[in-house]
């Protein structure tokens, strides 16, 4: 059973502050790492995906991969009252056909 | 106005019965998927299909069924079998033009299944 864990939470920061949510996955042959928000009672949302070892920037976020140590994480930079979400983390496992495994996601609250 | 559209928003079952879940898209994904999501957990795979009138088991198929007739359409039957169905179930797609995104799910609303 290829698995993605994550830390549930909840996670608190304050208002401004950096918001770090990790996520690790057991098949070494994954190749695509993908981060959703999802609202309470609402549908997932993208906010990044990364491929390739390093980092990736958008805006406020950034997108971590370290495949070596199996490791995939988002950073959130001056963070808001409006970021408070559940950030899932998906991956797509070497020979699934584009298949998502979703963790169980972080829920995270954002403190004015 | 182009996306995935589910329906209904919620939906109540009483037992013994069969309940379809409908998903369109307009997006021209050739991929869609179905997901379940329990409160507090992520979503997990149903059935999905990467072309039409084919379609795979995923993790927690049991009790369900689907049909590919048409690229737009994916819906999703909970059947009398699924002994236990109060969800949040969401209709995904994939398949953009560039290489770089075709790897790349869109949710649809979803939809909220309870028993009666």
């Known amino acids: 059973q290829k698995e993605v864990e994550q830390n549930s939470g909840p996670l608190s920061v304050p208002e401004g502050a950096i918001a770090s949510l990790n996520c690790t996955y057991s098949?070494?042959?994954?190749?695509?790492f993908f981060w959703y928000r999802q609202y309470s009672g609402k549908s997932p949302e993208l906010i990044m995906f990364?491929?390739?070892?390093g980092d990736k920037e958008d805006g406020r976020f950034t997108a971590q991969l370290n495949k070596a140590s199996q490791y995939v994480s988002l950073l959130i930079r001056d963070s808001q009252p409006s970021d408070s979400a559940t950030y899932l983390c998906a991956v797509i496992s070497s020979g699934s056909a584009r298949q998502l495994t979703f963790g169980s996601g972080t829920q995270l609250t954002v403190l004015p | 106005d182009g996306g995935i559209t589910q329906s209904p928003k919620y939906l109540f079952r009483k037992e013994g019965q069969n309940v379809t879940l409908s998903c369109e898209q307009n997006?021209?994904?050739?991929?869609m998927y179905w997901y379940r999501q329990d409160p507090g957990q992520g979503l997990r795979l149903i059935y999905y299909?990467?072309?039409?009138?084919?379609?795979q088991k995923g993790d927690i198929a049991e009790g369900y069924s689907v049909s590919r007739e048409k690229k737009e359409s994916f819906p999703l039957t909970v059947t009398s079998a699924q002994k236990n169905p109060t969800a949040f179930y969401l209709c995904a797609s994939s398949g953009g033009a560039l290489t770089s995104n075709k790897n790349i799910q869109y949710f649809g609303a979803g939809t909220r299944l309870s028993v009666l």
């Open positions: 997006l021209n994904h050739d991929a």
């Open positions: 990364i491929y390739s070892n």
């Open positions: 098949d070494r042959g994954s190749q695509s």
């Open positions: 299909s990467q072309i039409v009138n084919d379609f």
